[in-house]
């Protein structure tokens, strides 16, 4: 759906398909799926061809991540949260370091520039924590949304208990969104100023430098998006006397 004269559209508006009573944003789905393909088929082709004695480039790339995110999951959490986690952490990281490249293509739309897809990831989040905590230890669990404190306090720190329940998937997707979407709209400004011709030539190098910090701090985003969902599911594992190993 496109905006007004302005040649940008509003970039809160999506084409959409209309399907069984539901509307989906079309681009923000087509996007996704290439992103999910890539990802697919490279992991398949990857690990297909791998060759340890003589890794290739993409095999070492691949390596060296997760064995990135690997010591990054053990330096936080127990083994055994490690173990259970290190496998949503990386494809998230994946996930989210692609999309973010594929939304750096002029005219192309990042998934995570549309508010559902940051909100879904942040909503699984919300669950892993509450799942995983109450697995770990059981009714225990819920100890924290009623702390032990003098009868008088307790109103407010259940009522601080809860309102970080909310906040937490909250800050968590809407940290993302804001810093994916503030980029891609400024390359979408950038890329309707600079004219063609003799003008484009010049703007070039700002855009490309603008399009390379984009990235970084869209990676940065991303790494700290996967770094809060393991320390909000570790804590939630977490044993009391424990919990600082965790964070």
């Known amino acids: ?27 923000t789905l087509v996007t996704m799926w ?104 059981g009714i225990r669990y819920f100890a924290h949304f009623a702390p032990k404190a003098p009868v008088f306090i307790r109103p407010v720190l259940v009522l601080m208990a809860l309102i970080e329940l909310v906040a937490n998937p909250t800050t968590l997707s809407m940290r993302i969104f804001g810093n994916i979407f503030a980029g891609e709209l400024l390359t979408r400004v950038l890329t309707h100023l600079i004219p063609f011709g003799f003008g484009y030539i ?5 855009q490309v430098a603008w399009l390379l910090f984009s990235l970084f701090v869209d990676a940065i985003q991303s790494y700290v998006f996967m770094a809060l969902t393991l320390t909000y599911v570790g804590m939630a594992m977490a044993d009391e006397g424990h919990e600082g190993e965790a964070a």
């Open 34 to 137: 290439i992103v999910m393909a890539i990802l697919l088929v490279g992991a398949t082709l990857i690990v297909r061809t791998a060759n340890p004695d003589v890794p290739g480039p993409l095999q070492n790339v691949l390596e060296y991540a997760f064995d990135f995110i690997g010591s990054f999951v053990q330096e936080s959490v127990n083994p055994k949260a490690g173990a259970m986690l290190f496998d949503y952490l990386a494809t998230t990281l994946l996930f989210l370091v692609l999309a973010t490249v594929i939304g750096a293509i002029p005219f192309v739309h990042s998934p995570v520039a549309d508010a559902n897809v940051p909100i879904g990831m942040a909503a699984i989040v919300f669950v892993m924590t509450h799942y995983y905590g109450f697995r770990t230890k």
């Open 1 to 27: 759906m496109g905006g007004g004269g302005s040649g940008l559209g509003n970039p809160l508006l999506h084409p959409q398909w209309h399907v069984f009573g539901l509307s989906l944003n079309a681009d």
């Open 202 to 206: 010049i703007g070039f190098a700002p």
